[in-house]
């Protein structure tokens, strides 16, 4: 279980996948729902023995395929293992005191067989300025990692990035240099060139115009598509700011 746990929360991971989606969802009143959701199916189908999962993984698995949970509950789910689970759990929150109550509109999600691999994490925040203190509060998950769990490596781009919704403007900005992501990302940035990094952004209102020229829009002209190279966003992170006009 603290291995399936890991997964969830090491976004280290991250670069492993094959595509990887970031999706911000904003309303008219300003509420953004973020999402960043890791694909790593053909990756899974690719690896030996990728259909050679334990039964005790399986198990776990079960429980929580599909299933959005809480920052507590993944807590829950990676101590079930542990001879002394509540003590171990509270001596996880004395010392991260601020874990649950900077995590509590965020929710995990796992999709895990023999073929499929697919991890999401989402943050539902009531506006730009709690998304940006939530996008930095996801260093707090790294107290899911202690022991025998991977812990969580936040990439740079994402703590650092800023959003700001104003007059029907969406604009996102980062403030990272490219060496200190690559220097977080060490061997796995050489691999970065082999996967995808996918943008998608939702609107209520038609579109009128965005900054990437070539954006894909919907038909509907209430959301766009912007693919990367991961090794693009790993030599020049500010190729992920935008800004979004609407009708």
């Given at each position: 279980?603290?291995?399936?746990?890991?997964?969830?929360?090491?976004?280290?991971?991250?670069f492993q996948s094959c595509v990887t989606?970031?999706?911000?969802?904003v309303k008219k009143?300003?509420?953004?729902?973020?999402?960043?959701?890791?694909?790593?199916?053909?990756?899974?189908?690719?690896?030996?023995?990728?259909?050679?999962m334990s039964k005790d993984v399986k198990k776990a698995l079960d429980l929580i395929n599909g299933e959005e949970l809480t920052v507590e509950q993944l807590l829950d789910l990676s101590l079930l293992e542990s001879k002394?689970?509540?003590?171990k759990k509270d001596s996880i929150l004395k010392a991260n005191p601020n874990l649950l109550k900077k995590t509590?509109?965020?929710?995990?999600?796992?999709?895990?067989?023999?073929?499929?691999?697919?991890?999401?994490?989402?943050?539902i925040a009531k506006n730009a300025s709690d998304l940006n203190t939530s996008l930095i509060n996801l260093e707090e998950l790294s107290a899911l990692g202690e022991g025998n769990t991977k812990k969580l490596?936040?990439?740079?781009?994402?703590?650092?990035?800023?959003?700001?919704?104003?007059?029907?403007?969406?604009?996102?900005?980062?403030?990272?240099?490219?060496e200190d992501l690559q220097k977080g990302l060490g061997e796995l940035g050489q691999m970065a060139?082999?996967?995808?990094?996918?943008?998608?952004v939702n609107f209520e209102q038609p579109i009128q115009s965005v900054s990437y020229a070539d954006a894909l829009i919907a038909q509907d002209g209430k959301s766009f598509v912007k693919e990367f190279k991961m090794s693009e966003v790993v030599a020049n992170p500010k190729i992920l700011e935008y800004k979004v006009e609407l009708k």
């Open positions: 279980m603290k291995k399936v746990i890991g997964l969830i929360v090491a976004f280290g991971f991250l989606t970031e999706e911000v969802t009143e300003g509420a953004i729902t973020y999402g960043l959701e890791m694909n790593f199916s053909e990756l899974l189908q690719a690896m030996p023995n990728s259909n050679g002394k689970p509540e003590q509590e509109n965020l929710r995990a999600r796992v999709m895990m067989n023999d073929s499929v691999g697919n991890i999401a994490l989402k943050i490596d936040t990439p740079e781009f994402v703590k650092n990035s800023k959003f700001e919704w104003k007059k029907k403007t969406l604009q996102r900005t980062i403030s990272v240099k490219p060139g082999m996967f995808t990094y996918r943008i998608k």
